[in-house]
DNA sequence: AACATCATCAACCGCCATCCA
DNA sequence: GTGGATGGCGGTTGATGATGT
C-alpha cells in the first residue's frame, strides 16, 4: 500500500507551465512569498497545480538569479570534484554553484558530463577487457556491469581515471594541506579501515589478510543474497585477492596504474599478475606493453599523460595540475568567504575515503 | 523529404526526513 | 509517542528539437 498522493492527479494540470501560469505564481511569490505550505499556494492563486509542481517551478525556474545552461569550467571543475566526493548529492553540489539548481546539475551531469569524463574512457576499458577475454565476444559482461552500483562505478571510474591512486597515496606531497590532527585521524581511520584500494595503497601483507579476503568474501556472497543487483562481483574478489596474495607483497608491489588508464575492477584484478578463474587467458598484449612502459618511465606521480589530459577538456586548464580541481590545499589556510568551498573541501577528502568504504561496504 | 535515432531538460514520481498537532 | 502533512531530494520519464541516414 503506497502513501497517499499529496494532491489529487485528476484535478491538477500536468505538464510544462504556460507563461501564465509562471506569472501568476511568480507574482504571489513576490509580493506574500511562499506562506510556508507549498501544498496550499496553489488553491489560494487558483492555479491547478501540485503544490509539489509549484514548488518545483519556482526553485527551478522562476527564483531570482537562477541560471540555465552554460556551465563554465569552473564550474564544470566542481561538479566532477564534488561528485567524487561525495556522489549524487546534487542538492549540496548545486549549493556550491550560485545560481544552479540541484535539477539542472543533475541533468547536466547525467547529459553532458558524465558522457564528457567516461565517455570514450569506459569505451575504452571495455574494449580492453573484451580483448582479453575471449567469451565476451566484444559485449560488456553483465556480472562486472553489476559489480557497484551505478554510481558506485562512475566514481570509483572516476578516481582511477582522473588520479592515480597508488602512487597519489604515495606520495604525501600531493595531499592537501591538512591539520596535524585531522592527518593522524585519516591514517588512523586508514588503517582501521579494510579497503582494497587502501590496501594497494598501503600494502602491509600481515597474517589474518587471508581472513579479511574471506571476511570481504562473505559481504559478498551475503549482498549477493539479498539483493537482485548486487554491489559485489566475483571479479571484484578476484581483485581483492590479487591485491592481498600478489600485488600487495612487499617485493612485487607496483603501481600498476599509470594513471591514465580507464580501470575499473575487472581491470585491476587483470593487472594483478593472475587471475584465477582465467589464469590461462593470455595478457593483452597491449597493455602489457604499456605497462612495461610505465615501469620503465619512472613517473610515478600523478602520470596524466598529456594526450591524455587532452581528452578532458574541463581540465586543460589547470595545466596538469590536480590541485585546482580536487585537492583545495589552501582552503584550510585562506578562509575566503566569499566561496563556500571550506565545508566542501573537508567533505572531498573525506569522501574520497567514504566513497570506497560505501562501494565495497566494509 | 521522411523517418529514425540521439540529446537535452523540464517535470514528475516516490521515498525519506522533519514538523507539528 | 504517534501519525498525518509537508518539504526536500534523487531517480526517472517523456516531450521536443537536433542530427543522422
Given at each position: 500500500m503506497g502513501r497517499a498522493p499529496c494532491c489529487d492527479k485528476n484535478s491538477v494540470k500536468r505538464g510544462p507551465w504556460s507563461p501564465e501560469e509562471d506569472a501568476k505564481l511568480k507574482a504571489y511569490i513576490d509580493h506574500f512569498g511562499t506562506g510556508g505550505n507549498w501544498i496550499a499556494l496553489p488553491q489560494k492563486i487558483g492555479l491547478k497545480r501540485c503544490g509539489k509542481s509549484c514548488r518545483l517551478r519556482w526553485l527551478n525556474y522562476l527564483r531570482p538569479n537562477i541560471k540555465h545552461g552554460g556551465f563554465s569550467e569552473e564550474e564544470d571543475n566542481i561538479i566532477c570534484s564534488l561528485y567524487i566526493s561525495i556522489g549524487s548529492r546534487w542538492s549540496v553540489i548545486a549549493a556550491q554553484l550560485p545560481g544552479r539548481t540541484d535539477n539542472d546539475v543533475k541533468n547536466y551531469w547525467n547529459t553532458r558530463l558524465k558522457k564528457k569524463l567516461l565517455g570514450r574512457r569506459k569505451q575504452s576499458s571495455f574494449s580492453r577487457i573484451s580483448s582479453t577475454n575471449p567469451d565476451s565476444n566484444g559485449v560488456e559482461d553483465s556480472s562486472s556491469s553489476q559489480a557497484l552500483s551505478n554510481s558506485a562505478l562512475e566514481r570509483l571510474q572516476l578516481h582511477m581515471q582522473l588520479q592515480n591512486p597508488i602512487s597519489f597515496f604515495n606520495n604525501h606531497a600531493l595531499w592537501p594541506k591538512l591539520h596535524p590532527f585531522q592527518e593522524k585521524k585519516l591514517l588512523q581511520s586508514l588503517n582501521e579501515s579494510f579497503s582494497p584500494v587502501m590496501q594497494y595503497a598501503f600494502p602491509s601483507p600481515q597474517q589474518g589478510d587471508g581472513q579479511k579476503v574471506d571476511t570481504y568474501r562473505q559481504l559478498v556472497d551475503s549482498d549477493t543474497r539479498q539483493q537482485d543487483h548486487p554491489k559485489f562481483s566475483n571479479s571484484s574478489v578476484v581483485g581483492l585477492e590479487n591485491s592481498l596474495n600478489g600485488i600487495t607483497s612487499p617485493d612485487s608491489y607496483i603501481p600498476f596504474s599509470s594513471g591514465h588508464h580507464a580501470m575499473d575492477l575487472t581491470i585491476v584484478s587483470r593487472a594483478?599478475?593472475?587471475?584465477?578463474?582465467?589464469?590461462?587467458a593470455q595478457p593483452d598484449p597491449n597493455f602489457q606493453s604499456e605497462f612495461e612502459n610505465f615501469l620503465n618511465s619512472k613517473t610515478y606521480g600523478f602520470a596524466l599523460q598529456e594526450d591524455k589530459i587532452g581528452e578532458f577538456g574541463c581540465f586543460k586548464?589547470?595545466?596538469?595540475?590536480?590541485d585546482g580541481m580536487n585537492?583545495?590545499?589552501n582552503d584550510f589556510e585562506t578562509?575566503?568567504?566569499?566561496?563556500?568551498w571550506d565545508s566542501a573541501s573537508v567533505l572531498q577528502f573525506e569522501g574520497m575515503f567514504q566513497d570506497y568504504e560505501l562501494g565495497y561496504n566494509v
Amino acid at each position: 500500500m503506497g502513501r497517499a498522493p499529496c494532491c489529487d492527479k485528476n484535478s491538477v494540470k500536468r505538464g510544462p507551465w504556460s507563461p501564465e501560469e509562471d506569472a501568476k505564481l511568480k507574482a504571489y511569490i513576490d509580493h506574500f512569498g511562499t506562506g510556508g505550505n507549498w501544498i496550499a499556494l496553489p488553491q489560494k492563486i487558483g492555479l491547478k497545480r501540485c503544490g509539489k509542481s509549484c514548488r518545483l517551478r519556482w526553485l527551478n525556474y522562476l527564483r531570482p538569479n537562477i541560471k540555465h545552461g552554460g556551465f563554465s569550467e569552473e564550474e564544470d571543475n566542481i561538479i566532477c570534484s564534488l561528485y567524487i566526493s561525495i556522489g549524487s548529492r546534487w542538492s549540496v553540489i548545486a549549493a556550491q554553484l550560485p545560481g544552479r539548481t540541484d535539477n539542472d546539475v543533475k541533468n547536466y551531469w547525467n547529459t553532458r558530463l558524465k558522457k564528457k569524463l567516461l565517455g570514450r574512457r569506459k569505451q575504452s576499458s571495455f574494449s580492453r577487457i573484451s580483448s582479453t577475454n575471449p567469451d565476451s565476444n566484444g559485449v560488456e559482461d553483465s556480472s562486472s556491469s553489476q559489480a557497484l552500483s551505478n554510481s558506485a562505478l562512475e566514481r570509483l571510474q572516476l578516481h582511477m581515471q582522473l588520479q592515480n591512486p597508488i602512487s597519489f597515496f604515495n606520495n604525501h606531497a600531493l595531499w592537501p594541506k591538512l591539520h596535524p590532527f585531522q592527518e593522524k585521524k585519516l591514517l588512523q581511520s586508514l588503517n582501521e579501515s579494510f579497503s582494497p584500494v587502501m590496501q594497494y595503497a598501503f600494502p602491509s601483507p600481515q597474517q589474518g589478510d587471508g581472513q579479511k579476503v574471506d571476511t570481504y568474501r562473505q559481504l559478498v556472497d551475503s549482498d549477493t543474497r539479498q539483493q537482485d543487483h548486487p554491489k559485489f562481483s566475483n571479479s571484484s574478489v578476484v581483485g581483492l585477492e590479487n591485491s592481498l596474495n600478489g600485488i600487495t607483497s612487499p617485493d612485487s608491489y607496483i603501481p600498476f596504474s599509470s594513471g591514465h588508464h580507464a580501470m575499473d575492477l575487472t581491470i585491476v584484478s587483470r593487472a594483478g599478475v593472475v587471475e584465477p578463474a582465467d589464469a590461462a587467458a593470455q595478457p593483452d598484449p597491449n597493455f602489457q606493453s604499456e605497462f612495461e612502459n610505465f615501469l620503465n618511465s619512472k613517473t610515478y606521480g600523478f602520470a596524466l599523460q598529456e594526450d591524455k589530459i587532452g581528452e578532458f577538456g574541463c581540465f586543460k586548464e589547470m595545466n596538469g595540475s590536480w590541485d585546482g580541481m580536487n585537492w583545495r590545499s589552501n582552503d584550510f589556510e585562506t578562509k575566503d568567504s566569499s566561496n563556500s568551498w571550506d565545508s566542501a573541501s573537508v567533505l572531498q577528502f573525506e569522501g574520497m575515503f567514504q566513497d570506497y568504504e560505501l562501494g565495497y561496504n566494509v
